[in-house]
């Protein structure tokens, strides 16, 4: 697999270190039980399809990115800086 990098260009996959998908909303630390912090902790979802994710060009430009890619074909969306991205919930 091969990651554009908005910085350094298209790379190999071995330049990066992966994260994980976007986390979703992280609940109330304050009001949130236990069962709800475990949950957003431990218990990520997993699908089949297009997913956003985290990665960091480890061998490059030390760049966190997200890449939009589908996790059945491992094709790439879409590659931008962590900095620059939207928020979803």
Known sequence: MRITCPYCGERDVREFSYLGGEPGARPD????????????????PNPAGP??????HTAGCHSWLIVERDTRTHAIAAVIAAANREVQS
């Open 51 to 56: 997913i956003r994710e985290f990665w960091y």
């Open 29 to 44: 630390g304050m009001a949130a039980d236990a069962h709800a912090m475990f949950e957003h902790v431990y218990q990520r």
